[in-house]
């Protein structure tokens, strides 16, 4: 049976596909692809537009591995398959919530934190940053249970599935809390003068380029004490499934097919744009809606590169005649201590780079991932990028102790495929 990611754009074949249902299945089955010499990878939802989760050999499905293990205080255990979306609705219900999550809830929690899935926060890092204690089984089949202070932990939290298959995650939770969401439109040039004062003014920043003007749309999330104030049903629905999604994507369509129009759309688009602001449920305001499918490629450069980074970026489609429909996207982050953090041991800007599926521009990633690479940006495992083990290990501190830590604990390489092959060496 055909593993096919989200995006469309990674397709692979294992030779076998298993569901676990207990922590002894995945056991079993790491056991029995080191007896027959194929090798073993856990996939989640498939977010990923790189080739991590692919296999050729036993492919775990962790559709059955899912819910709640225990709760203890402000800890919650979750077995590894459990979508982040029911994550939210079980924690909801209990009254705790996570600091701090992505905007997209479809994917498992082991998929998420093994590939950095990270939010925007000024203080909160990402859902690697809020593990307590992770579970894993290892390449010579035992089970592991690690947590601060051991080696294996900081490497484990994002890794890739590289050093054991992650089967349950114990995060850090606090009580429910409300963020109130402000949305308004700013110039490119004017926001990029105050990023500074907005990033130290604002729990969260999350803001959204439109290539070809010089609008964005920024949006901030900050505690607040209530009472909630959430968008009426109405406003909801024109905002995240009329406007966000069904006429963007017809938009997207049109400009496929008349590409010489899309600077117009997207000058009607910021047109349409208007100043928001709701008081809810902390991961109603992170998650959002996305039913346009889109390629995309990410890179974390140091915070204090940013601005150069995005100025590089608008001269590049300016001086091109590259249509691009899509926005570029950006999120901060603290520092991390898990070694393959992008936001490891720095204060961090994400940028991400984004292009409607059926029009593919492999040309305007190249030349994006250039700037990159000069402003010493790490790439988001689950995007695309092209870079490989002998330019990751100089920007990743901890990369040589990750591979040595993966040579000692799976010297066969039974948790290994192409991508990780090109990545880790």
Known sequence: MAFINWARNQTGTPAEVRAPARVADVVRAVRDAAATGRRVRMVGTGHSFTGVALTDGIMLSPSA??????????????????????????????????????????????????????????????????????????????????????????????????????????????????????????????LLDSLDPLTSANEHLDFFWLPHTDACLVKTGNRDPGPARPAGAVRHWVDTVLLENAVFGAACALGARLPGLIPRINAAGVAALTDSESVDASYKVFTARRDVRFLEMEYAVPRERLAQALREIRDLIELTDWKISFPVEVRVAPPSDAWLSAAYARRTAYIACHIYRPTPNPAYFEAVEDIMIRLAGRPHWGKLHTRDAAYLGRVYPRFADFTALRDRLDPRRLFTNDYLDAVLG
Request: proline share 3%; with cysteine; net charge negative.
């Open 65 to 190: 591995l899912t819910g709640i293990r225990s709760w203890a205080g402000d800890r919650v255990t979750v077995l590894a398959g459990t979508p982040l979306r029911v994550l939210n609705d079980l924690l909801a219900g209990r009254g705790l919530a996570l600091s701090n999550m992505g905007d997209i809830t479809e994917q498992t929690v082991a998929g998420a934190i093994q590939t950095g899935t990270h939010g925007t926060g000024r203080d909160s890092g990402g859902l690697a940053d809020q593990v307590a204690e992770l579970e894993l089984v290892l390449a010579d089949g035992s089970v592991a249970t690690i947590g601060p202070g051991e080696e294996l932990f900081d490497a484990a939290r994002v890794g890739l599935g590289a050093i054991g298959i992650v089967t349950a995650v114990t995060f850090r939770v606090e009580p429910a809390f409300l963020l109130c969401g402000r949305r308004r439109r700013l110039p490119l040039g004017e």
